[in-house]
């Protein structure tokens, strides 16, 4: 079943994303960096993928486990259900519950600790940096001549092998 909704604006509604079916959320596999026995497990679903500005939005869930994550980019995150604890690298524990609002800077690294099955919806936020900013530049540049056809240069006279050429000051 699908529970989004699309209009020519491009405005997204997902329809009681706590009640969309597990089977029908997508397989994202184990995480990365388990931290113990028992290896949590990803859903989710992108409802949203590299539009200006944002990277990507949709719904993720996540199985009981410990692991540790760095959040590359920023993220803003409205948790539906289950609860969890982050542990920030440097900082002191984060608990999450059903109902909680969240936003976490870049490069954001510490230990998920998921006690019961927890689901939020996200939108992983892109500030490109000057790196990336300066990359994105040159790429549209570069596309932009690729798309244009090579001619020879429109302001180049041609003056016959002898011929004299005259310049006057002014």
């Given amino acids: 079943m699908d ?7 491009m405005a997204i509604l997902i329809r009681q994303a706590a009640s969309i079916a ?10 990365t960096i388990p931290l113990g026995a028992q290896v949590s497990r990803l859903t989710g679903r ?14 993720w869930e996540c199985s009981p486990g410990r692991w ?10 409205h948790f539906i259900s ?3 604890r982050f542990v920030p690298e440097h900082g002191e524990p984060i608990d999450i519950r059903a109902g909680d609002t969240i936003w ?3 490069n954001s690294k510490g230990v998920w600790e998921i006690s019961e099955n ?38 180049v ?8 050429t005259q310049i006057s000051g002014g």
């Fill in 118 to 155: 927890v689901r939020k919806v996200y939108v992983i936020i892109d500030r490109p940096g000057v790196v990336k900013r300066m990359k994105a530049r040159v790429k549209g540049m570069l596309a932009s001549r690729a798309a244009t056809p090579s001619t020879a240069p429109r302001h």
């Fill in 22 to 31: 597990k089977h029908d959320l997508d397989d994202l596999g184990p995480v």
């Fill in 3 to 9: 529970n989004t909704v699309r209009n020519e604006d």
């Fill in 157 to 164: 006279a041609h003056v016959p092998a002898g011929a004299a």
């Fill in 82 to 84: 289950g609860s969890a």
């Fill in 46 to 59: 992108k409802y949203l993928n590299d539009a200006p500005g944002i990277d990507s939005m949709g719904i």
């Fill in 104 to 106: 976490f800077p870049r």
């Fill in 68 to 77: 540790q994550r760095t959040i590359m980019e920023e993220e803003f995150a």
